[in-house]
């Protein structure tokens, strides 16, 4: 081997020992596990497709009317998008766009233009240009895995050479640079096993993937039918996933039965009733895990008239920001948090959250640490001066969530797709995208460190200052997006064939 391939199998035997593992993974390995997933849960998709369109639950595809160049824009572009989530979630956002939004689009359709126009100039055929991924000022400095031929033909190099690669494929030029060509026996196939070995050591995606495997079982398993319907949350798959709830909702099946008639026809016409002491003590009391002896005994003290009085003067301070919901240092779970603002609350935002829809919420100043965050959806919740660590997300989706100056470590997204989540100055540390398309989310001056896409499409997500090593991209092709001035390295792409993309000024190395 050459030095690079003994530094590299000597780097990731480093990391076996770090892990306490007895065996290095094999990247080709690796790769076939993704891909089997991948078919698998293509066919699953499929299926729950064809059963919806059998039981006529298929609903007919809204198109957005075109109102001016930008929607039309996206609209014809949705014949390159291959995946059908991600073009549904295109199709729908384009029938929504802001200011923010078409201005996004602007430096992208520029660069583009301008591209195309040189390139006519010059006598090039620019029949297919607009469905090409376009590498500008990009060059690819000792790429470790070659590019298929389709990839190859659906790519347009301006200034952008590949310069000694690990491999010996590709065009005539690039073989004539290779590594294998200049040195001759100094470097071999084996020094790029060994170097993707490495990487695949280094950025986690084993070990992600058998994190992975399980939440996919469970989404597409366990809380499905055996026809692959989705199944709403009853008392026994909600106990059989969190059986530390499953008191909880024990005692509120024995609240329920306790109820008069007087207090149903109450709850009908105003949404609440007032509850009886028995109840009282029912929730409150000894026997129960919401055990608040004091709390139950300010109640009872109440009359019916200071209760009502109690609760409108609530929501009024609650309406004018007086009050601040207050999380208790536990689980948050069948609670939706809504019209909230957790500023400078550390504690609140730290708690893990599932089954709990989070909407109009703002996070100002509240880092976080273990808040994990699943079944738990986010709509419109700003995520500013709030870095996370050891926070995984877990079937969330997110639309709408600015995250700015808010470092993620140790913070794995899986099966969160998304709309419209910029990352502003926010550093991204070992936070894996894995199964969550993502729609509208660009990273603006955040770079990021061990952080793979796999099985990860993205659509419209322009990589802008944005640097990133580490990160390999694996069976995630992107569409209309663009990375501009984000060079990266130790980054390979496997089966990531997009369209529409442009790649300027962001030169790769050992990629």
Same mark, same amino acid.
């Given at each position: 081997?050459?030095?690079?391939? =003994? ?34 849960i ?12 059998q039981?006529?639950? +298929? ?6 009317v ?5 929607v ?49 100039m ?5 029949t ?10 990009? %060059?690819?400095?000792?790429? =470790? ?6 990839a190859?033909?659906?790519?347009i ?22 590594l ?20 695949? +050591? ?30 709403y ?11 530390? +709830? ?12 306790t ?6 026809? +109450? ?10 002491h ?22 009872k ?25 207050q ?9 939706? =948090? ?7 609350? %550390? ?25 994990v965050?699943?079944?738990? %959806? ?17 079937l ?22 998304g709309?419209?989540? %910029?990352?502003v ?12 398309p ?11 460190c ?23 991209i ?28 442009? =790649? ?8």
């Open positions: 081997m050459s030095p690079l391939g =003994v530094l590299a199998k000597h780097l990731s035997h480093t990391l076996r020992l770090i892990k306490n593992k007895r065996t290095t993974s094999k990247w080709e390995d690796t790769i076939s596990r993704i891909s089997e997933k991948a078919s698998q293509k066919q699953q998709k499929d299926m729950e497709r064809r059963i919806r369109k039981r006529g639950y +298929e609903l007919p595809e809204e198109k957005p075109p109102l001016d160049k930008d039309r824009e996206l609209i014809d572009l949705e014949k390159y998008i291959g995946d059908e989530d991600l073009k549904s979630m295109v199709r729908h956002k384009s029938g929504n766009l802001t200011e923010q939004d078409r201005a996004m689009l602007i430096p992208m359709r520029l660069i583009r233009g301008a591209a195309k126009l040189g390139l006519s010059t006598g090039y055929n620019t297919d240009f607009d469905r090409k991924v376009v590498r500008i000022f990009s %060059p690819k400095l000792m790429s =470790v895995v070659p590019e298929s031929e389709e190859r033909k659906n790519e190099d301006i200034l952008s050479p590949s310069l000694f690669s690990l491999h010996d494929d590709g065009t005539a030029d690039e073989k004539e640079v290779s294998q060509n200049l040195l001759g026996s100094l470097s071999t196939n084996k020094d790029t096993s060994q170097l993707l070995d490495f990487i695949i +050591e280094a950025t986690g995606v084993d070990e992600a993937m058998e994190r992975v495997e399980t939440k996919i079982d469970e989404s597409f398993g366990s809380e499905r039918g055996p026809e692959g319907q989705p199944l949350f009853t008392k026994e798959n909600v106990t059989a996933n969190y059986p530390h +709830e499953a008191q909880k909702l024990e005692i509120f099946e024995a609240l329920d039965r109820y008069s008639t007087s207090q149903l026809n +109450e709850m009908n016409r105003t949404g609440y009733a007032i509850m009886r028995d109840q009282m003590d029912l929730i409150y009391g000894d026997q129960s895990i919401a055990k608040n002896p004091k709390f139950l005994k300010q109640a003290a109440l009359s019916r008239a200071e209760i009502d009085r109690s609760i409108m003067s609530t929501i009024k301070d609650l309406a004018k920001e007086k009050v601040k919901f999380a208790r240092r536990n689980d948050i779970v069948l609670s939706p =948090v809504t019209f909230s603002n957790f500023v400078f609350d %550390p504690v609140s935002v730290s708690q893990p959250t599932i089954l709990s829809p989070i909407l109009m919420t703002s996070l100002i100043g509240s880092p976080a640490i273990y808040g965050m699943i079944l738990s %959806p986010w709509l419109m919740v700003p995520v500013i001066l709030s870095p996370r660590l050891f926070s995984p997300v877990v969330n989706p997110f639309v709408m969530v600015p995250i700015i100056l808010s470092p993620l470590a140790f913070n794995p997204f899986i099966l969160c797709p709309v419209l989540n %910029p990352f100055l926010s550093p991204l540390v070992f936070s894996p995208f894995i199964l969550s993502q729609v509208m989310t660009p990273l603006i001056l955040s770079p990021f061990m952080g793979p896409l796999i099985l990860n499409p993205l659509a419209l997500n322009p990589l802008i200052l944005s640097p990133f090593v580490l990160s390999p694996i069976l995630s092709p992107q569409f209309v997006s663009a990375v501009i001035l984000s060079p990266y390295a130790l980054s390979p792409s496997w089966k990531s064939n997009g369209a529409v993309v442009t =790649v300027f000024a962001s030169p790769s190395w050992l990629s």
